[in-house]
């Protein structure tokens, strides 16, 4: 059963990625156009997927854009060209549409990415057969693997980063905000004070020369 699972998954993920027309993603760029193009962005953990319904569940981790109401987002397939079902349990970053029901979408347009793997599953390369030593053959292929993983968790690492980054800003300009808006309050508190002020000084005065 979990073969047959693990099969699906693939031709799944293959079939999508050969029908969606969407740029490639550029490591420089992708964090942005990811920020721009979703709803809600989060890194969290899958804690439940229901292929058959095409439903899944996150936790929230770190939320980066967005408003939500519990640390538990539910998400459903959209059944679009585009759209990745998130295939492993474990740790996403989340670049998500919401819905009318507040539930999200996946798209394989923006960098989705597991922790483990790729955005969406593909076969492993295969063997070199043209390197005639099994040996080295099967050294080449692990190495292969290795140089993927590796790239994999690059591009994790700069992501959250960049996230973190663009977080740390917003939070910055937020708080710049209400450092201007206090900052007017009391200069028109000031000024409010001052004609108050003057007001009473001149009724003073008034009074003086009427006496």
């Known amino acids: 059963m979990k073969i047959r699972f693990f099969v699906f998954i693939i031709l ?27 709803d809600v962005v989060f890194y969290g953990e899958l804690i439940d997927l229901d292929l058959k319904k095409q439903t899944y569940s996150f936790k929230v981790i770190e939320l980066y854009k967005g408003k939500i109401s519990s640390n538990i ?12 079902f998130p295939f492993k349990k474990g740790f996403w970053i989340v670049y998500g549409k919401l819905n009318k029901n507040n539930k999200i979408s996946m798209s394989i347009c923006n960098a989705n990415q597991s922790l483990e793997t790729y955005p969406y599953l593909l076969p492993p390369p295969p063997k070199d057969y043209s390197i005639e030593n099994s040996d080295i053959r099967d050294l ?15 591009n994790w690492i700069y992501q959250l980063e960049k996230l973190r980054q663009y977080k740390q800003n917003q939070n910055t300009i937020s708080e710049n905000n209400k450092s201007d808006f206090y900052q007017k309050i009391l200069v028109v508190s000031l000024i409010v004070n001052a004609i108050l002020l003057l007001g009473l000084i001149i009724g003073i005065v008034k009074k003086k020369s009427i006496s």
């Open 140 to 154: 080449s292929h692990k190495l292969i693997l290795i140089e993927s993983e590796n790239e994999n968790l690059k």
């Open 12 to 38: 799944f993920g293959i079939s999508n990625c050969l029908a969606c027309d969407c740029p490639q993603l550029k490591r420089e760029t992708m964090v942005e156009k990811g920020l721009i193009s979703s």
């Open 73 to 84: 987002i539910f998400g459903k397939s959209s059944n679009g060209n585009c759209d990745l």
